[in-house]
């Protein structure tokens, strides 16, 4: 597992499709691969699964408290006061933004003299652009550049970490260089709070209704407050920038299925019969084989039962969409990118797929973020042809994220 992590996973997959208990040093835990497994821990019986592990407590030294790392009766009032920010009817404001976005990067791309780009680094710096003027009207890519610097440098710091062999409560040198990366990017976000505080009419975006929102213990405290900006932040634009990256390197490697899509783009207006419309069913597939979020952890607080395996109190349980969703037993041709399969079915969620995670939990910016994707790859397939000067296949690295290994450079067709 912490050789090659996706390999291990693959080699569970080839013998096991329920339950299986792994163990790492000291720690057992149970992998939960079947769909029914899955949804048992994350809705069924959510209430009896925390997120109290060394991975989020890890993450917590960065997102502090925020709705991502956060637990219990404090998360269920965030959660309140943070949705409805994120209702469909607010989509259509951030729509705006994220199309004046990708338009401008890919002027920008027309600009370019040898017309190559890293796909990674744009995408990365596109959604963290979109992210931050939809949270703050700020575009963290240019003016505020200190904040996008802070934020990568944590980011780096927390992902060493995450794969160090040292166990969470045992320092190492990269924690002092954490602490001093999360103080600065902290600092960062305070000041743009504080900046907010004195001009509180200024602008309608994430910022100003998370400062508007009260229940009935009133308002967030600035700590609080803080830590669900950051969250925001990071939980919202390495994992759509991921998706893109991917589904960008998916439709180079198969030529059809990208004409097929560069058909829909040149008549934006249509759609397929059931409403799924082809790009959308493209970032899907791609999402079910390149899951941003790979694996995530429960904790299960009181003795258990699932299919008939016994969970024991206390112990650690794993969910990973790389795992189901790539499985042959639920999967036909699991492992071919067959964005089709997404089209003419309205999925529920029967946790086959889950790359948003699921239940109470499911990922809050999960339409942001579908939205991005769709109105992100129809710009650039509208605009450019991408001739990919890499070669297939593009290999996994597992980070907090799931990233394709290497530069990714494509040279630029305009249309
Ligand atoms: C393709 C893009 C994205 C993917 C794959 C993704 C994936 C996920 C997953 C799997 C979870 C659940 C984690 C768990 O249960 O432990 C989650 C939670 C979350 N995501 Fe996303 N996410 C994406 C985009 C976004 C965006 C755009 C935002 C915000 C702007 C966001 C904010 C959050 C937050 C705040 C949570 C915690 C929700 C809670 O526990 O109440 N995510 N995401």
């Keep these: 597992m912490e050789r090659d992590p996706l390999a291990f996973l693959d080699k569970i997959a080839q013998d096991y499709s329920r339950l299986v208990r792994v163990r790492f040093a000291v720690i057992t835990a149970t992998a939960a691969i079947h769909p029914h497994a899955v949804e048992h821990v994350l809705q069924k019986n959510h209430t009896n699964y925390s997120k109290e592990l060394f991975d989020y407590k890890i993450l917590r030294r960065a997102l502090g408290r925020g709705l991502l790392t956060n637990d219990g009766p404090d998360w269920l009032r965030q959660r309140r006061m943070i949705q409805p920010a994120f209702q469909k009817s607010r989509l259509e404001q951030y729509r705006t933004l994220m199309s004046r976005a990708v338009q401008e990067m890919l002027d920008r791309w027309s600009a370019l003299p040898d017309a190559i780009v890293d796909v990674g680094v744009e995408m990365h710096r596109l959604t963290l652009r979109i992210v931050g003027e939809a949270l703050f009207s700020l575009d963290l890519t240019g003016d505020a550049v200190v904040f996008g610097e802070a934020l990568n440098r944590t980011n780096e710091l927390l992902a060493k970490r995450f794969f160090s062999k040292a166990p969470p409560f045992v320092p190492i040198p990269n924690d002092l260089r954490l602490a001093f990366a999360v103080r600065r990017l902290r600092g960062v976000v305070d000041q743009m709070i504080a900046g907010r505080r004195s001009n509180p009419e200024d602008q309608d975006d994430l910022l100003s209704r998370l400062m508007r929102a009260r229940d009935e213990r009133g308002a967030m405290s600035a700590r609080q407050l803080r830590d669900e900006i950051l969250t925001l932040v990071a939980a919202g634009h390495e994992t759509t920038a991921t998706a893109l990256a991917w589904t960008l390197v998916e439709l180079a490697a198969h030529p059809l299925e990208r004409e097929r899509l560069e058909q829909e783009c040149q008549k934006p207006t249509e759609t397929l019969p059931d409403g799924v419309s082809r790009t959308r069913a493209v970032i899907q597939e791609s999402m079910r084989l390149h899951p941003p979020a790979w694996i995530f ?59 948003f995670g699921g239940g109470p939990r499911l990922c809050v910016g999960a339409d942001f973020a579908m939205a991005e994707a769709e109105i992100v790859l129809g710009a650039i397939v509208s605009r450019f042809r991408l001739e990919p000067l890499f070669s297939f296949p593009v290999r996994s690295r597992p980070m907090i994220t799931l990233q394709p290994a290497g530069p990714l450079h494509f040279r630029l067709h305009a249309l």
């Excluded at 299919?307 to 499985?327: N, Y």
């Design 297 to 355: 952890s429960r904790k299960a607080i009181q003795e258990d039962e699932i299919m008939g395996h016994r969970i024991p109190g206390g112990s650690m349980v794993l969910i990973s969409p790389w795992l189901t969703q790539r499985h042959p037993a639920f999967w036909e041709n699991a492992r071919a990118f067959q964005p089709d399969r997404f089209i003419g079915k309205q999925r529920g969620t029967d946790y086959r797929y889950f790359p």
